[in-house]
Every structure is written in C-alpha cells, then in structure tokens.
C-alpha cells in the first residue's frame, strides 16, 4: 500500500502533516477499533490542534519589529488577515474547539449538509456564516475526507457568498484518494490539509483502512 506522502505527492494543493513517529503514533490510537471514546476524542483533539497550526502556517504575514523586555529589538513577524471557522455539522463541530484554543474569540459559521432521502444526493439544509465572510479566509471543517460530496457542497455556499477559493482551506484529519480527486478537479485552487491519506473508499463509501465513523466515535459513548 502506497503512503500517505507518496499519495499526496500526485497532488497540487495537498499539505499533508509531516508524518512524524508522533502523528503515526496518535493516529494508531484513533484508528484502533478497541480506543474507548475518552481516549479518541483526546488524541483527535491533538491531532485537530495539529491541523489548525498547519492551516495558521498559510496565512500573510507581514515583518514587524518589537521590543523585548531586555530593551533589545527583535525582528519578528504580524498575523495579516482575518479568519473564521466554517463547520459541516455533525463531525465537523467536533474541530471547532481545536480552532477556539489557537484563536481566541474566532468567528465559526455552521453547515449541514445531509442526504436527501429521495434523492439520496447531499443536500443542503442549514447555513449560519458570519456576515462578513467574503472577508475572511475561511478554515472549512469536516474530519473525513471520504467522496467528497458533502465538502464540496459546503465549498459552493461559500463561493456563492463571494469568499475567494485561495482563501479556503479544507481541514481533515483523514482523506482517500478518490475525494481528493473530485476535490480537486472541482476546486483546484483549495488547499485540503490533512493529516493522512488512506488507500481507498469501501463499497459503503467509508474510508479504509480508516478509522471508522468518526462521528460516532466521537460524540458516541
Ligand atoms: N465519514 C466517516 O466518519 N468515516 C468514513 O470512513 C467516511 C466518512
């Protein structure tokens, strides 16, 4: 099986996390089928804190020199342009409190998007953004990356409120192939940041090997 880095080298406008003997280490907890919920929803946590400081990693900066309390200058850097939060409810709520702690007070818009029982295509039921959103760069949240359907869904209510595709990144912690695919065909200016790449999607659209619903397995006792 080919790996996540070796995968992600095909792509443009993937970031894959640097896959660290860590990283490795907290997604074999996650995707280990007997981690109770304590323990999945922390080392998530660690991970959704990982993918956030990446995201931060792609925003303007400008040179800014400061003082220190030694009286010395020291030639440092300022954080340009605002930011929000955009999450694809359920499973993506779950990364909102990762955004909270690296930004204080940062503003998270919310989208549900679910299937539609006749037509058993993603549709959109609920959108709450900040007004001012065509401002901002926008983190989109949603933890599995699987067809890809839904992100891309949430993708076109942002394009339709004016925020600028080079303004958006695409958080998850896991992503397959196939999604990154139409992802990126559709969108070719996003950048998806993602933790891992696995090989395929099942014959019931779950990512394998995966890590099962992550939903579930978050919220779920
Ligand atoms: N959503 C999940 O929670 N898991 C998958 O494998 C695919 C989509």
């Known amino acids: 099986m080919p790996s996540s880095a070796e995968i992600a080298a095909k792509y443009d406008n993937i970031i894959l996390l640097p ?45 800014k020199t400061i003082t220190t309390p030694t009286g010395l200058p020291y030639d440092g850097l300022d954080f340009q342009g605002k930011i929000c939060g955009v999450s694809i409810v359920r499973a993506g709520e779950s990364m909102e409190q990762g955004l909270r702690e690296c930004c204080r007070s940062v503003r998270i818009g919310k989208i549900l998007i679910q299937r539609d ?16 959103i065509s401002d901002r760069y926008v983190f989109l949240l ?24 080079e303004r958006i990144f695409f ?6 192939p196939e999604g990154i695919e139409t ?32 939903g579930d397995r978050y919220y779920c006792i």
């Not at 029982?117 to 953004?129: D, G, H, Q, S, V």
């Not at 993708?155 to 339709?160: A, F, M």
């Open 171 to 176: 958080l998850n912690l896991l992503a397959a």
């Open 142 to 165: 949603d933890p599995m990356l699987a067809t890809g359907g839904s992100a891309m869904m949430a993708v076109e209510v942002l394009l339709s409120r004016n925020v600028m595709p």
């Open 183 to 214: 992802f990126q065909e559709k969108f070719p200016q996003i950048k998806i940041i993602t933790g891992g790449i696995d090989e395929k999607l099942d014959e019931h659209k779950f990512i394998v090997p995966g890590l099962g619903d992550f």
């Open 19 to 63: 896959q660290t003997n860590q990283l490795l280490g907290l997604y074999s907890i996650i995707r280990d089928s007997q981690t109770r919920r304590p323990d999945f929803v922390f080392y998530a946590d660690r991970i959704i804190r990982l993918l956030v400081e990446e995201g931060l990693n792609h925003l303007p900066v400008e040179p």
């Open 117 to 132: 029982e006749e037509t058993a295509l993603p549709k959109l039921f609920y959108e709450k953004l900040p007004e001012d």
